[in-house]
């Protein structure tokens, strides 16, 4: 059954609690990046103590923190261009 006049533009006034929602979610989004940042540092400190003590485990896991850790805040800075990016792409299939 074809649907032809079903459509969808979101609209940020169209429900109370817009506002409210956005701070929360901006919130949300800057304890990730605190948390990513403990990691990154965390992971820093692993790395150097593994090289100085030359613990090759120690090391190996401090350097993937801290890769881990840039790859979360490159996402976290991405999250509202890739979503809106798939949301636009979405729009044009028919």
């Known amino acids: 059954m074809y649907m032809a006049g079903v459509q969808l ?7 109370p609690g817009y506002q ?10 800057s304890w990730a990046l605190l948390a990513t940042l403990a990691a ?3 992971g820093a400190a692993l ?6 003590t030359q613990n ?3 090391s190996m896991s401090g350097r993937r ?3 881990t ?6 996402l976290i800075g991405a999250a509202p261009h890739v979503i809106n990016f798939f949301f636009s ?3 044009r299939v028919n």
């Open 9 to 15: 533009s979101p609209s940020s006034s169209a429900l």
């Open 20 to 29: 409210a929602l956005q701070q929360f979610t901006d919130g949300i989004a």
């Open 40 to 42: 990154f540092l965390l």
């Open 47 to 52: 790395w150097a103590i593994g090289s100085h």
């Open 56 to 58: 090759m485990h120690q």
């Open 65 to 67: 923190a801290v890769a």
């Open 69 to 74: 850790s840039l790859l979360a805040a490159v």
């Open 89 to 91: 792409a979405g729009g």
